[in-house]
């Protein structure tokens, strides 16, 4: 056996493990290793080709890479995809920015030089979310990497348009589209980030053509006076019967001296404003389907970069915001400005540069979705995709049930170009999935192709079955297709999942997925969003860099729920600069135990050959159950994707059961200290490594690297041998050796042996922290006597006596199930529901001193509380201080409030 280093330092050992890793390319697509096992295949979400990892993505591949590795243990076929999105509008704007630093722009460079420099910058860029990931550990097989730009992919992209496009699915018509003046394209509702700004309702005056009931003028409200010049008509609610009169008038529309009419409609609110609502078809949603529902004019006001265009005088050639300025002083100037008042609303945003979008009317291709939506409902209310957690399934059903046709045109260069053909000399249009310059129609060569390029998530809706070799190589999907699991953010069900699910259902009349897991959002300390320009975003790179991939995985994994947003306790300095982590800083002390454990009993295994587990003692027989009954609960909670919970029983298991107590106490026979001190090491021995080997393989996929490291000095246990022949070797890497399953270790539980156990641990426990609490010297011995709550309690504890008094020093042990009348003298009382303590200290506490002791803690934390609780219900202090100061403040007071019932048990003891 190799021996190991002394201390695990992740940096030197990680790159170790990775080159072996891909060196015995353990990565790629694995056959099936068990007959019946299954498969698994997961297919990452395509980062942008020149992005960067952050803790979104470092959670998400965390999580993947745990389901994988446990599949490939479990002898499963597994298959994990890793591949990148072309990103359109995101590279695009990248690319400009580029070329405006060289003094180039796009159009003067044209289209196919700007998209050769596309190619160039993801070339330059497009590796190092690649080389990021591979550092986390992740065991994708980056052999058969995919790019939505590559060839085949785009071959499938441009089937799914054509074959749409021919089936009456996908329709070019003039809609009111999300326009991003900067990007100059087209945004989808689900892109567009709503956000609160401080803005102004204004009241303005159009002249009636004809006066009403004396009344000259009708008032508008609008938080957009600009748009007025696009104006067609005034709607009002049929509910108002004060408008009534109004219904089928005229007004003269100001400025242009436009006659538009006055109708009342149920989109009109009849509590907002004055009731009067101007209605602009061409940029607003809302007053488009007015204007659609009562065949009003459609008067598009601005061009690509919401600039006013030409037709109104001094107003056009100003942008959106010079605009609105000078309309509203026109109408100040002219008597017409009615009051202006303050208004807060939320205005659409961007995605990418953050520009304020305009509502604008413009001619785009859209995906028909009526046919597509229905069975893609179906196929969650059915249970065909589950979702996890499941408050996600209501999400995605009331996103697909109000679902309206999709805009899947952008403006841009860089992306799929729609592959739509128009002879300019007979009106001939088709989709094609071969280029051509020839109208088949009427031998014409004055043929164009469409300017416009899909949107990124047309082409990643086929992630699933595209990266799969179809539709060329279909038969590589089988086994594979459906896939396991997507994991995925919740910000993409609709972008994403949804579409995914309506695409694989039209061409493969199957699903994509069986599960969607959701995971949560990466907070901040104080629970707001992470970001560069707040200060309080945390790069994945960093946390490797301090602590390893492992503690970060392992911690992030520890965070994992799936009803709720995850807060990260990251720490900067006055500058901003990340400074450490407290619990990813935990997670690096784990690792640490683990490895120090591992090397002890290592360094112990002088003369041991392989063989069976034996419960040959008490704690062998805790532990073999307690063991088994890990086995189920990890391999449960990673097939329910309980992330979470799966960190927390393998820390809890190995670091309080099988290092504080099982180690501890086989000691004595490791050393061979026992009556058949050879016999007893040697079965002690097996134990211990079946223990930890078993230990190892379950803590494997989520922290592989020390695992991995440990393996590698690992002798071969009963894990590896066939109990039928005795023979058997250890597996090349941890990360392909057998999972432990359950059904191996059921015959190892013991519930009696288990409870006799635990007994005597809570009875040695409160013996030990009696010992600290007073500071009594180990060597003392203390007597005790134990008052069971029922005889078979004080029978399981008898059977452990010789242990009790052996690990708790302890003289005497009385055991009785009769009530004590009164506590003895001289004696600390504990009680559990089990049973109760009662631990003679004697001459050895003064009780007087530690009353008095007790008594001065206790004032001295009530008056700290009672300081700390008026500071809380200061409301002026709770509005002003920084969350994390109150935060601190309200953790202070529960950390009093233990201490004092601590303190007040503790003074009971001297009753």
Request: glycine share 6%.
């Amino acid at each position: 056996m190799e021996e190991m280093p002394k201390t695990y330092d992740p940096q030197e050992t990680e790159p170790k493990i990775l080159a072996k890793w891909l060196g015995g390319g353990y990565y790629r697509r694995s056959p099936e290793r068990r007959p019946g096992a299954g498969d698994c295949t997961i297919v990452i979400p395509p980062p942008n080709v020149t992005g960067k990892l952050h803790m979104g993505h470092a959670l998400d591949d965390s999580i993947q890479d745990a389901i994988v590795r446990c599949a490939r243990m479990r002898g499963k076929s597994t298959r994990w995809i890793f591949g990148t999105d072309h990103a359109g509008i995101a590279t695009q704007t990248k690319v400009d920015k580029k070329l405006k630093a060289e003094g180039v722009s796009r159009l003067e460079l044209g289209r196919e030089k700007f998209i050769d420099a596309c190619w160039d910058w993801t070339h330059e860029y497009g590796g190092i979310i690649q080389q990021q990931i591979r550092r986390m550990g992740c065991s994708i097989d980056f052999e058969d990497e995919r790019f939505t730009m590559d060839p085949e992919y785009a071959h499938a992209v441009r089937r799914v348009f054509c074959d749409w496009y021919h089936d009456g699915l996908i329709y070019r018509g003039k809609r009111i589209v999300n326009w991003c003046p900067s990007c100059t394209t087209a945004i989808s509702d689900d892109e567009a980030e709503y956000k609160d700004e401080h803005g102004h309702l204004w009241y303005l005056r159009y002249p009636l053509t004809e006066p009403v009931d004396g009344q000259e003028y009708i008032v508008v409200a609008t938080t957009r006076p600009e748009t007025m010049l696009g104006d067609t008509g005034v709607a009002v609610s049929p509910k108002d019967p004060e408008k009534a009169a109004f219904v089928g008038k005229t007004v003269k529309l100001p400025i242009v001296d436009r006659e538009i009419p006055i109708f009342s409609d149920y989109h009109v609110d009849a509590g907002f404003g004055t009731g009067f609502v101007k209605v602009t078809p061409a940029h607003d949603p809302n007053d488009y389907a007015m204007g659609q529902a009562h065949d009003l004019p459609q008067i598009n006001i601005f061009d690509e970069h919401a600039v006013v265009v030409d037709g109104y005088g001094a107003f056009s050639g100003m942008t959106r915001d010079e605009c609105r300025e000078a309309v509203v002083a026109w109408f100040e100037e002219h008597g017409l400005l009615d009051h202006i008042e303050e208004h807060d609303h939320s205005v659409m945003h961007c995605y990418r540069c953050d520009t304020t979008l305009e509502p604008w009317l413009s001619e785009q291709w859209f995906v028909a979705v009526d046919k597509l939506k229905g069975p893609a409902i179906e196929a969650v209310t059915s249970g065909k995709v589950r979702f996890n957690a499941d408050r996600w399934k209501q999400s995605y059903l009331t996103w697909m049930e109000n679902l309206k046709d999709w805009c899947i045109s952008r403006q841009l260069w860089w992306g799929h170009r729609i592959p739509v053909f128009y002879c300019e000399d007979c009106g001939w249009e088709d989709a094609l999935m071969e280029d051509t310059d020839v109208c088949p129609k009427c031998g014409g060569h004055h043929v164009h192709q469409d300017e416009n390029v899909l949107d990124t998530w047309f082409s990643s809706q086929l992630w699933t079955f595209a990266t799969q070799g179809w539709p060329e190589h279909p038969e590589r999907l089988e086994g594979h297709h459906p896939t396991t699991a997507l994991v995925t953010a919740r910000d993409i069900i609709a972008l994403w999942v949804a579409r995914m699910i309506m695409s694989s259902l039209y061409f493969l009349d199957e699903v994509p997925f069986h599960d969607v897991v959701i995971y949560p959002t990466v907070l901040a300390k104080d629970g707001s969003r992470m970001s560069k320009s707040k200060g309080n975003g945390v790069d994945p790179m960093d946390l490797m860099d301090m602590y390893g991939a492992d503690a970060m995985r392992f911690n992030l994994l520890s965070l994992f729920t799936a009803n709720q947003d995850v807060r990260f306790d990251a720490d900067f300095d006055k500058d901003k600069r990340f400074i450490g982590s407290a619990r990813t800083e935990q997670a690096k002390a784990f690792i640490t135990k683990i490895w120090n454990a591992s090397r002890f009993l290592l360094m112990n295994m002088e003369g041991y050959t392989p063989g069976a587990p034996c419960a040959e003692t008490p704690a062998d027989a805790w532990m073999l159950s307690r063991l088994a009954k890990t086995v189920t609960a990890v391999t449960e909670g990673i097939e329910h994707y309980a992330f979470g919970d799966v960190a927390r029983t393998v820390q809890s298991f190995f670091w309080n059961e099988v290092c504080d107590w099982y180690i501890e106490v086989t000691k004595t026979r490791l050393n061979g200290l026992g009556e058949d001190g050879a016999a007893e090491r040697l079965q002690a021995q097996r134990n211990l490594i079946f223990v930890l080997d078993t230990s190892l393989r379950l803590m494997h996929p989520l922290m592989p690297f020390a695992t991995e490291a440990i393996w590698d000095a690992m002798p071969v246990s009963w894990l590896d041998i066939d109990p039928e022949t005795g023979e058997g070797e250890k597996a090349a890497a941890l990360m392909v050796a057998e999972w432990p399953e359950p059904e191996r270790f059921a015959a190892y539980i013991d519930d009696a042996g288990e409870h006799a156990f635990e007994l005597a641990r809570a009875v040695v426990t409160d013996v030990r922290s009696t010992r600290a609490r007073y500071r009594i010297s180990p060597k003392e011995q203390l007597d005790v006597t134990i008052r069971a709550t029922s005889q078979e309690v004080a029978d399981a504890i008898d059977g452990m006596g010789a242990f009790i008094c052996m690990f708790a020093r302890v003289g005497q042990l009385g055991i009785t199930t009769d009530e004590i009348a009164e506590k003895p003298a001289g004696s600390i009382v504990l009680t559990g529901p089990d049973f109760d303590a009662y631990v003679f200290v004697g001459d050895l506490v003064d009780f007087a001193a530690e009353r008095a002791r007790i008594e001065k803690t206790i004032a001295k934390a009530e008056k700290e509380l009672a300081g700390v609780r008026k500071t809380l219900a200061n409301e002026g202090f709770i509005a002003k201080a920084a969350p994390d100061v109150v935060a601190k403040k309200r953790e202070r007071a529960e950390e009093l409030e233990a201490q004092l019932e601590a303190l007040a048990a503790q003074l009971a003891d001297f009753a």
